[in-house]
């Protein structure tokens, strides 16, 4: 009984949302939440304990941080932003490496064999998936079948798939934490892996050492839907399936593709961006991008460009963050919401413009939060 009640007393301290002893409850608390939030935290274990775990290298509670960062639950996302905290100065230690390419191309074939010859040089590795199918279909391309049978199996690694629910933005920034809490597990070796259909590649892009395109050889389209900005964003193109029939295709199409690269100014990494040929049937060839991904990380560590680059990604995070906030706030807050369905019709029946839709919220939501 004592020892329960100095646990709480423990949690109580911890809480970010508690009201120091003596002071008056500032009208910014809201007596709900606290309420909900102490409910909360009686059956869950504290961020200290769900550290602890994530420290001990535990998979299972390593998922069930990663729900609670992924929830959108104000509590769980107030347990989960302490929780990253503990674990940001143990995070930092692993290459990322975004894959993308489109459904077909490879990805979970390429991803099984490259990850279980990486298991075999004893590293541990977390697979992640990013898809923006799942919020506009309700299904999702990468979840749908079993998927990297051996390696999902294999101890020394862990497969979490796509958030399923939230905005791109709000699905990128819960993926970031997820990568701070997966390092700080002991995983040095990370991949984002994404459906390359457009809006997602740039925000992987933004969270990652390394970005990989895998593509089809012959698939008889100039550049399968993928968009002129993604192949200047990555790092290296692997035509899949270089093997049997489609091996002098794949290799047209390197060439291809090589040409089409020399046209891009120089990366600021310094490196020229390669393109290769591999077939996921065959790990040497496979085990050859991945040396070359070692070899950019050591050419980008020794020019600086490797700390520059997770730099600007902080600064970038740290504005995107904000955005979210901010946006969160405008469009959850109910006064915001009665006036905006109001001035909506209004713009439908041409009564106002949209521009001065827009300054008549902004000017009533400012004066909310003066009001605060
Ligand atoms: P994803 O949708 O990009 O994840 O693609 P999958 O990995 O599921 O592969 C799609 C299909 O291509 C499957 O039938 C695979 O067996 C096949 N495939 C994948 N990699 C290769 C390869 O290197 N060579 C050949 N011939 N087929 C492959």
């Not at 290296?236 to 199409?253: H, L, V, Y």
Request: net charge neutral; aromatic share 8%; with cysteine.
């Amino acid at each position: 009984m004592e020892k329960d009640q100095g646990k709480e007393k423990r949690r109580e301290k911890e809480s970010a949302i508690r009201v120091q002893k003596g002071a008056d409850q500032p009208s910014g608390i809201n007596d709900e939440a606290v309420k909900k939030y102490r409910k909360f935290r009686k059956k869950t274990r504290s961020p200290e304990e769900y550290f602890e775990g994530i420290r001990q290298g535990n998979t299972m509670i390593l998922s069930q941080a990663i729900t609670l960062v992924e929830s959108s639950l104000p509590v769980h996302q107030e347990f989960a932003a302490r929780l990253v905290e503990l674990c940001l100065p143990h995070s930092g230690h692993s290459i990322r490496t975004g894959i993308t390419g489109i459904p077909g191309v490879g990805k979970s074939t390429f991803i099984e064999t490259l990850g279980l010859g990486i298991l075999e040089q004893d590293h541990r590795l977390a697979v992640l998936a990013i898809d923006p199918s799942s919020e506009r279909s309700g299904g999702s391309i990468l979840g749908d079948k079993t998927r990297m049978e051996q390696l999902s199996v294999h101890p020394r690694s862990f497969i979490r798939p796509s958030p399923s629910a939230g905005s791109l933005g709000g699905v990128a920034r819960k993926t970031r934490e997820t990568i701070i809490l997966c390092e700080a597990a002991g995983f040095d070796t990370i991949f984002i892996e994404t459906v390359g259909v457009g809006q997602s590649e740039t925000m992987v892009h933004s969270m990652v050492d390394f970005f990989l395109l895998l593509m089809l050889a012959g698939a008889g389209d100039e550049l399968q839907g993928i968009k002129r900005g993604i192949m200047e964003m990555a790092d290296m193109i692997a035509i899949t399936k270089a093997d049997g029939n489609n091996r002098d295709r794949a290799e047209i199409a390197r060439r291809e593709y090589e040409n089409a690269l020399h046209l891009f100014p120089v990366p600021p990494s310094g490196w020229l961006p390669r393109v290769v040929t591999c077939s996921a049937f065959k790990p040497d060839t496979v085990m050859q991008i991945w040396d070359q991904v070692n070899e950019y990380v050591s050419l980008t560590r020794e020019n600086g460009y490797f700390d520059f680059r997770r730099t600007e990604q902080a600064r970038y995070w740290m504005h995107e963050f904000i955005r979210e906030q901010l946006n969160n706030r405008f469009y959850h807050h109910p006064v915001i919401r009665e006036k905006m369905e109001e001035l909506e019709r209004q713009v439908r029946s041409k009564q106002i413009t949209s521009f001065q839709a827009a300054r008549i919220l902004m000017e009533l939501y400012e004066q909310l939060e003066k009001k605060k």
